[in-house]
């Protein structure tokens, strides 16, 4: 049985005081539940003062990118060593807005998964497609293409731990949500991916749907058998919003 998972991803939002607020109200509002992990991904300068902010594993600790390097001449970059140190247990690659703004290429995305793994920090794995390539028929070869960009140099094991987002360019940020069937139809796809390899390991790995979830939508889509939560953007700033998504997903019978 897999557990849920509901990540908030706080993108280039924030500051000290809001952040404050924003945590007091989540720490407020959440009951411990076995079945759901909860986790935020602040910008890295706020990753200790929200981990201060979060007592006890309520809430995990988690960051929007990584550098594919241990260390080094690498300016402006964070190593996985360094997330860890600051209490990170998880981490975002491949984010859509990294592949598209900061021409991240499938194979940078699984240089940083394996950054993360060897730091013991999991990593979460975005994927999706464009509203272009999902109209001209290209969803299952795009995603399928940046599954085995991981697969390929690393192998199916380095799933073990790791969690899947998928989350169609389409749906970020826009308020158009993918349908609970349309979700479930690319998470199904990207189980089978890995079905081929190993199934005991595919049946485990964990894969979010990520795109304008809301306190509303949300429970249609964690119904869905192969979604095991939610990474959340623009609503995981908002306490209500991000609580009731939350709550969406401990209510999953
Ligand atoms: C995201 O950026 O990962 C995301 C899912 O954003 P939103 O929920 O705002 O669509």
């Not at 073990?160 to 139809?185: F, H, K, L, M, N």
Request: charged share 20%.
């Amino acid at each position: 049985m897999r557990k849920y998972l509901v990540a908030g991803n706080w993108k280039m939002n924030g500051g000290l005081a809001v952040n404050a607020e924003l945590c007091e109200r989540m720490v407020a509002g959440l009951a411990p539940d076995d079945a759901v992990t909860v986790l935020v991904c602040p910008p890295f300068p706020y990753l200790e003062s929200v981990r201060a902010k979060l007592p006890g594993e309520t809430v995990r600790l988690g960051a929007q990118n990584v550098s594919a390097y241990p260390s080094g001449a690498y300016t402006g970059e964070v190593s996985a060593g360094m997330l860890r140190d600051l209490g990170c247990e998880y981490v975002i690659v491949g984010h859509s807005e990294r592949r598209a703004m900061m021409h991240e290429s499938s194979e940078i995305v699984a240089a940083k998964f394996a950054a993360a793994l060897r730091e013991e920090l999991t990593p979460i794995l975005c994927v999706g497609e464009t509203l272009e390539q999902r109209e001209s028929g290209e969803t299952e070869q795009v995603i399928g293409e940046q599954m085995n960009a991981v697969l390929d140099e690393l192998g199916v094991d380095s799933f073990e731990s790791a969690v899947i987002a998928y989350e169609p360019v389409w749906a970020i940020g826009t308020g158009r949500t993918a349908s609970p069937q349309q979700a479930q139809d690319v998470h199904r796809f990207i189980r089978n991916i890995l079905v081929e390899l190993d199934v005991d390991l595919a049946d485990k790995v964990q894969i979010l749907y990520g795109g304008s979830v809301k306190g509303d939508n949300a429970s249609g889509l964690f119904a869905m058998p192969d979604i095991d939560g939610g990474l959340i953007g623009g609503a995981s700033l908002d306490a209500a919003q991000f609580l009731a998504i939350a709550d969406a997903a401990a209510s999953q019978p």
